[in-house]
Structures are given as structure tokens and as C-alpha cells.
């Protein structure tokens, strides 16, 4: 295992397109985790899944976006009606839980570059 | 509302010189601090990180100074190299729920020869 596995690493689509990603966690993580990163801006969550249940999403995470976590391995986001405010870098992180309260690190993907034309 | 600020935004450096860049928090329930270095192309790689148990963290060249009272943290690049150059978030989050990170906007270093 190399660590998490995003594709496709870049995708240029239509406006008002639907377009899904992919993201292959460690395989011992339980939690699963989606950012969103513009140009020049720190990534921001999207949402959370603790095996297959997804656990919090944010109010960036339209109704046009939903992630999945089938059986609690692989995630996929898929966002529809593509918009140009919608192109950003899609960064799929993962991690594990620990004893006594405590994460471990948090290891991300090299993320899936979206371009909305 | 943003609850990590960081600064600078860009930091020039010349090789063998110290990098610092300086985050605040609002948020008084996050207890683990941790620093991430991105290069082009890439998703974010922990660097360093930090419970508020402790004022300091020293891994090799990188230190993280930790002011619990005036809710601050950096991080200090000792020796800088060129390979450093990166941009540099600091992110924040609360121990015992998940790891949800709050990230900073972000610091570009450039580390001239």
C-alpha cells in the first residue's frame, strides 16, 4: 500500500456536466475525509466517513455534491450540474483511530485537479 | 468565519537563513496542531505537529513553538534549503472526535541560493 490513490488526477469538464472521483484510502484507515482547495487558499472539509457511514458534511458540500463509502474501502464524490465555481483541487485524506481519544496523522492524496469550462 | 489565521501569505528566504510563519486561533477546543508542506501537484504532507501539553516540538531542522494563552503557534525552519520551498499550511483540530482539520490560508517559501 503507497499511500491514498486519487483518480483521475485531472479532469476538464462542461458546465453542467456530472463528474466523479475516486479515492483509494490505506487500507487499515476507518476515516475517510474530503477537502476542497482553490488556487492560493488552505483545503477546506468537506465531509467525513467513519467506515461506511458518512458522519458530517459541510455546508460547502451542496446539494449537487454527494460522496459514498461503499463497505467502508474506496470513496467516491460525485458532484452534478457542473458550475465554474466548482473547479478547484479535490483532496481526498484518511486516517486511523486510536486508544485513549487521540488520531493519528491525517495522510492525504495528490487530489483530483477539476476544471469546469 | 475563519478560525486559523496565518501569516505571512509569501516568505523569501535566503539559503541557510531561519523561515518563521505564525498561525493564530480562535477556537479554544482544539488541542492538536499540526503542519503540513505542499509542494506543486501534490496533496499536503505532515511535517510536524503538536499537542498543547508542550511549548515546544523540535524535529530535525523544523521547530513548532506552541503559546497556549495567546492561542499562537509556528514553525520554524532552521537552515533553510532550497528544497524547502513550499507552501506551508498550519491546520488545527480537536482531539477525541475525528481528525476534521481547520487549515490556514497557507504560506508560498521560496528559499533563494
Known amino acids: 500500500d503507497t499511500g491514498v490513490s486519487q483518480n483521475p488526477r485531472h479532469k476538464i469538464t462542461k458546465r453542467g456536466q456530472n463528474v466523479t472521483f475516486r479515492c483509494d484510502p490505506i487500507?487499515?484507515?476507518?476515516?475517510l475525509y474530503w477537502y476542497r482547495q482553490t488556487l492560493g487558499q488552505g483545503p477546506e472539509f468537506l465531509t467525513y466517513?467513519?467506515?461506511?457511514?458518512?458522519?458530517?458534511k459541510s455546508r460547502l458540500l451542496s446539494d449537487r455534491f454527494s460522496a459514498e463509502r461503499p463497505k467502508g474501502s474506496f470513496s467516491t464524490l460525485e458532484i452534478q450540474r457542473t458550475e465554474q465555481g466548482d473547479s478547484a483541487m479535490y483532496l481526498c485524506?484518511?486516517?486511523?483511530?486510536?486508544?485513549?481519544?487521540?488520531?493519528?496523522?491525517?495522510?492525504f492524496g495528490q487530489g483530483t485537479r477539476l476544471t469546469v469550462v | 468565519q475563519q478560525q486559523v489565521k496565518q501569516s505571512p501569505q509569501s516568505l523569501i528566504v535566503q539559503k541557510g537563513g531561519i523561515s518563521i510563519i505564525n498561525c493564530a486561533y480562535e477556537?479554544?477546543?482544539?488541542?492538536?496542531f499540526p503542519w503540513y508542506q505542499q509542494f506543486p501537484g501534490k496533496g499536503p504532507a505532515l511535517l510536524i505537529a503538536?499537542?498543547?501539553?508542550?511549548s515546544e516540538k523540535k524535529e530535525g531542522r523544523f521547530t513548532i513553538s506552541f503559546n497556549k494563552s495567546a492561542k499562537q503557534f509556528s514553525l520554524h525552519i532552521m537552515d533553510s534549503q532550497p528544497g524547502d520551498s513550499a507552501t506551508y499550511f498550519c491546520?488545527?483540530?480537536?482531539?477525541?472526535?475525528?481528525?476534521?482539520?481547520?487549515f490556514g490560508a497557507g504560506t508560498r517559501l521560496a528559499v533563494h541560493p
Open positions: 485524506a484518511s486516517s486511523s483511530y486510536r486508544d485513549r481519544g487521540y488520531n493519528t496523522e491525517a495522510f
Open positions: 487500507s487499515e484507515h476507518n476515516r
Open positions: 466517513f467513519q467506515n461506511e457511514a458518512q458522519l458530517e
Open positions: 477556537n479554544t477546543a482544539f488541542d492538536y
Open positions: 503538536i499537542r498543547p501539553d508542550v
Open positions: 491546520a488545527a483540530s480537536i482531539s477525541g472526535g475525528y481528525n476534521k482539520l481547520i
